[in-house]
């Protein structure tokens, strides 16, 4: 209830006169509506209501109580207040009840504000003990490491100035210098599981593909689609500027066996060429088995491998740099001492091609072609190619201009015919 009160009757600041306050009080009836409203139940709230609000005082906060007139009734008896009413859908209070329940619940939220205290407490201490001991595990990590790197150090000072000594005793004797003595094998470098499966990978292409010619053709010269080691990655960015149906074949990084890739219209697809017990070749999940890899290759040059229509049309060949130099990627599964796969010449065996035909790339990639054969080199000759991983290949030379015949004079034009003197 809102009602306006003048303190006096003079209307002068600082001026209460209880006398003419009081009055007032009486007349408008605020008195009388204090003394009743007292007197009443002011607070009514809903068993739900009530449940959420004061159900803590008689239950765990855990338990799944159901607002019901027994459930409020137990808690105004756990409360011990008195003068309290249980109607059908609400509970009667009056406004001292709320204040006295409310002063209870206030003993549990001091309660929950000291365990949160004592939690966090107690988790800042246990981060910061396991900060401090890794702090001290890093320290002692350090102090072993520059420990052992000294001693390393003044080891192998130590073992190059006998090492010199003697080279020096040597020399004066007039015997040839002795080489140093070999690393201790934990000082030796560790190769990683990718390089030893590298490896592994080369040495079964060695010692049993190249034997089978894959990825030759009759002469030894490698074909154009056959790739080394790269990886899918690789092969997509070779495979990326050219048309659809461009392939290659690469040997595989993780296992024994190779990897067709070819291009499509929006990406690449891979295939696994797989080897059964008799050592054919096959596309895991296509039906077609072949003696070689050669041949399989060459049955999809012809026929579809799949029901979407793919066929390979045009093999990708040896990357090309600006300066038209070839890139070969397959220079590390060279056998030992020798520059190609080219077999030895014999009067027997016929002349091989001179060089391999290049396919064009798209204007949007870098150029592509195969590896062509010296076209200094004799028939059947292998063409040079370097033991390394990626190697430069011998520039192209251009074909000499084709000598055009002159074409015969034209005939004079006839003379222009006049409409204006034309007759009608």
């Not at 001026?15 to 009080?25: G, K, R, S, T």
């Not at 159900?55 to 008195?82: D, H, N």
């Amino acid at each position: 209830f809102i009602r306006c009160i003048k303190p006096n009757t003079t209307q002068s600041p600082k001026n209460f006169v209880p006398e003419f306050v009081q009055a007032q009080l009486r007349y408008t009836g605020m008195l009388e509506t204090t003394r009743i409203r007292r007197e009443g139940y002011s607070y009514r709230p809903l068993f739900q209501d009530f449940m959420e609000r004061f159900g803590l005082l008689a239950f765990s906060p855990t338990a799944r109580i159901a607002a019901s007139p027994q459930t409020c009734e137990r808690v105004m008896k756990v409360s011990g207040l008195q003068g309290w009413l249980m109607g059908k859908t609400k509970v009667f209070l009056k406004y001292w009840h709320v204040e006295q329940l409310d002063k209870q619940l206030r003993v549990f939220q001091d309660k929950a504000v000291l365990l949160q205290q004592v939690v966090r407490g107690f988790k800042a201490r246990r981060l910061k003990k396991r900060i401090l001991a890794e702090q001290v595990q890093h320290a002692r990590t350090l102090q072993d490491f520059f420990a052992n790197l000294t001693r390393n150090a003044k080891n192998a000072v130590t073992r190059v100035q006998g090492t010199a000594a003697q080279d020096v005793k040597r020399k004066a004797s007039g015997a040839a210098p002795r080489r140093p003595p070999p690393l201790p094998a934990e000082n030796r470098p560790v190769r990683t599981e990718a390089e030893l499966k590298r490896e592994a990978s080369i040495l079964w292409w060695k010692e049993k593909e190249a034997r089978r010619g894959a990825g030759q053709d009759a002469y030894g010269n490698v074909l154009p689609w056959f790739h080394g080691l790269i990886s899918r990655k690789e092969a997509e960015r070779l495979l990326a500027p050219r048309h659809p149906g461009c392939f290659l074949v690469r040997l595989s990084e993780n296992r024994f066996g190779y990897t067709l890739s070819y291009r499509v219209a929006d990406r690449c697809k891979h295939f696994i060429v797989e080897q059964d017990s008799r050592g054919r070749y096959a596309l895991v999940g296509v039906d077609k088995v072949a003696e070689s890899l050669n041949s399989l290759i060459e049955f999809f040059q012809r026929n579809r491998i799949n029901d979407d229509g793919d066929m390979l049309r045009e093999p990708c060949g040896q990357e090309v740099n600006a300066l038209g130099e070839e890139q070969c990627d397959y220079g590390e599964l060279l056998p030992a001492g020798r520059s190609g796969f080219g077999r030895s010449s014999s009067a027997s065996s016929p002349a091989a091609p001179a060089a391999y035909s290049s396919y064009p790339a798209s204007p949007a990639g870098p150029a592509h072609s195969s590896y062509p054969t010296s076209p200094t080199s004799p028939a059947g000759a292998a063409p040079a190619l370097p033991a390394a991983r990626t190697a430069t290949l011998p520039r192209r030379q251009a074909p000499p201009p084709i000598a055009e015949d002159p074409l015969p004079p034209l005939p004079p034009l006839p003379p222009a015919i006049n409409r204006a003197a034309k007759p009608r």
